[in-house]
């Protein structure tokens, strides 16, 4: 036990040099790469000393490493600043946002767990029939197109020549108006709100197709592969030998232990969807933290650009240990370790 | 006469994955109730093939071209395969070679032990798990209830081995083929384990097809024997028999190129090439 303890406290401390490293390094480069927010800000005709007075406003007057001591105190007390173009305070936007991006990748995921498990195990059972190639052959091509050419098919097939589904945003202005959290999916069905389910459920679909469908694939072709691996071990014999279908060969023998290096890869592609989310929620005007960092990056809102970075950070980390603690929990061989 | 408890009849079986070269070339022989046929031969030989052929899981790349397989009296090449799976397990069970490969690693020890018993016998958890914990005890396991909650990764070579056997033996089923299942274990665990199969054989008066290359393994175990080359049956009869006075000459060179205790000076005498050219004569093969 005390093992495990120290590993997890390890982890945690590892986190946190991680995490301060990325600080300094977005820190410095803002304000290094050209662009300046202050350009952005002030209006035609404004005096060099009006110029100056609005920069030590915002405290961008002093050196690099003061302006990183400053900002690193507040940002241990949980003052994450105002953000330059919004004009609200930067922590208060990202707990706004971060949820509507978080329920649509831990959507994409599930879906794309789903889809590309069912693609592998059908795969499996259909070896050696004319059925093997079809299916490869379409998740190849499902694997080939990239999630922002998905965003792009879906919304011309199923928004504009079939209208089926809406456009763009996450709720329709009809259906939102009392939520308690900014989690709107996980809230309307734990309070079994029907009409906002299939609302904000129809927002997610497609968004949801594009961030997904690339990655079931990867999964689905990593997963056969680790799957035809364990069938043609010893153990799957003298299964079978016990009168077990091909189906629960798979089931109950193959699958466990051809999950793990599907679990830790998968966990990778993960932090790559959340990275997708920045141009698929753009696309699909999608009210998360994707979305709202390319605003910032065009504002030069250096206040709101930092507090991003550091929460997609921050995600990359956690998913990171998750899929560390979940690779373990599949190997009787790591538990102990 | 009557039916035999076993009886292969020139079974003929061909690769198709190296043009049709004959794999089994008219192999037959017969076991009784309770009795433990040694199939023995190098590499090759076929052995293995007549051990999956009774199994029913030939490769595909095996193609069967004539003979039988009696078992109590049905053709097992005949059967459908629902037949034939209802057999497999439960009347006809296997003793793999490797004890590494062939216990799930994600799986306990119990679940595996277990599964057959209820699916095959419709035994509850419960009672599977009694069931389970008097079998480990029948292959001398000594902490039981430890090993059934324990993953194959925990045990060593032999305890695995032993939980195999316990497995095989689990259905009660009247044949138990042994794939050479003391190759992949050390010397000193090889005899353990072959004492408790023939033990366990005993007990339960199983008729077995073991499958080895070793000579004295069979000495110890086997009643009677079958030597092959290339596909094709060179001796077969009582062990004791064989062993003391075999009638052909590739036995005669293959007892004398074995290592002995009694001589552990004499050099190891390979089997001469002119025995080799003298089959391949005999077989009509170049």
């Keep these: 036990m005390p093992l495990i303890l120290l590993s997890a406290l390890n982890r945690i401390a590892l986190a946190a040099v991680t995490l301060f490293g990325v600080a300094v390094v977005v820190f410095v480069l803002l304000r290094v790469v050209p662009g300046d927010p202050i350009a952005m800000m002030i209006s035609p005709g404004s005096t060099p000393e009006q110029i100056a ?6 405290g961008l007057d002093g050196s690099i490493l003061s302006q990183f001591w400053i900002w690193l105190k507040a940002i241990l007390l949980g003052d994450f600043g105002t953000s330059i173009s919004l004009r609200r305070n930067v922590l208060e936007l990202l707990a706004e946002r971060l949820p509507a991006t978080l329920e649509l990748a831990v959507a994409a995921l599930v879906f794309a767990v789903l889809l590309g498990g069912a693609i592998a195990i059908i795969g499996t059972l259909v070896r050696r029939t004319f059925l093997e190639p079809v299916l490869d052959t379409v998740n190849g091509t499902i694997l080939a197109v990239p999630d922002f050419v998905w965003a792009l098919a879906l919304i011309s097939v199923f928004g504009v020549f079939f209208p089926v589904f809406p456009l763009s945003g996450r709720v329709d202005p009809s259906v939102q108006n009392d939520f308690f959290t900014y989690f709107y999916l996980i809230e309307s069905l734990l309070t079994l709100r029907l009409s906002a389910i299939v609302d904000i459920s129809s927002h997610m ?4 197709l594009a961030l997904g469908l690339p990655l079931a694939a990867i999964i ?3 997963l056969k592969e680790a799957l035809l691996e364990a069938m043609v071990q010893d153990y799957i014999l003298l299964a079978k030998l016990k009168g077990k279908s091909n189906l629960r060969l798979i089931m109950q023998e193959a699958l466990r232990n051809a999950i793990g290096p599907t679990v830790a890869l998968t966990g990778v592609q993960f932090t790559f969807l959340i990275g997708g989310t920045v141009i698929v929620e753009r696309i699909f005007a999608y009210p ?4 709202m960092a390319i605003d910032a990056v065009i504002n030069r809102d250096l206040p709101l650009i930092q507090g991003l970075v550091l929460v997609f950070g921050a995600l990359f980390i956690l998913i990171n ?9 599949f190997n009787p061989r790591l538990r102990h370790a | 006469m009557t039916e035999p408890f076993l009886s292969i009849t020139g079974l003929s079986a061909v690769s198709d994955r190296e043009n049709g070269a004959p794999i089994l070339r008219d192999v037959s022989l017969r076991l009784e109730r309770g009795e433990v046929r040694g199939l023995v031969g190098e590499s090759g030989a076929g052995k293995s093939t007549i051990a ?3 199994l029913g899981i030939l490769p595909r790349t095996v193609r069967v071209t004539g003979g039988a397989i009696r078992f109590e009296g049905q053709d097992l090449l005949t059967l459908k395969p629902k037949q034939l799976s209802d057999i497999m397990g439960s009347e006809i069970s296997l003793i793999p070679q490797d004890p590494q490969t062939a216990l799930n690693p994600g799986r306990r020890v119990e679940s595996q032990l277990t599964d057959g018993l209820r699916m ?5 958890r419960q009672a599977a798990h009694d069931k389970a914990l008097k079998l480990l005890e029948e292959v001398h396991i000594r902490d039981p209830e430890r090993v059934l909650k324990a993953y194959p990764h925990e045990l060593s070579g032999g305890m695995r081995q032993r939980v195999l056997i316990a497995a095989a033996f689990a259905l009660e089923p009247k044949l138990v083929v042994a794939d050479e299942p003391t190759t992949a274990l050390d010397v000193t665990v090889q005899k353990q384990i072959l004492r408790l199969i023939r033990g366990m054989q005993k007990t339960h008066g199983t008729g077995m097809i073991f499958v080895t290359h070793d000579l004295g393994v069979v000495a110890q175990i086997c009643d009677t024997v079958t030597l092959l080359y290339a596909g094709k049956v060179i001796e077969a009869g009582p062990t004791a028999q064989v062993l003391a006075t075999p009638k052909h000459a590739y036995t005669k060179a293959l007892l004398a190129a074995g290592p002995r205790y009694d001589r552990p000076t004499a050099g190891l005498e390979p089997v001469p090439q002119a025995i080799f050219d003298q089959l391949r004569a005999e077989m009509g093969i170049m």
């Excluded at chain 1, 679909?205 to 949801?208: H, N, Q, Y």
């Design chain 1, 220 to 222: 689905a072709r990593v």
């Design chain 1, 205 to 208: 679909i497609m968004p949801v």
């Design chain 1, 53 to 58: 007075q609005m920069r030590a406003n915002y």
């Design chain 1, 288 to 291: 998360g933290i994707g979305n």
């Design chain 1, 321 to 329: 240990l998750g899929v560390d603690l979940l690779v373990a929990a």
């Design chain 2, 120 to 124: 095959r016998r419709g035994l509850s």
């Design chain 2, 52 to 54: 999956k052929a009774l």
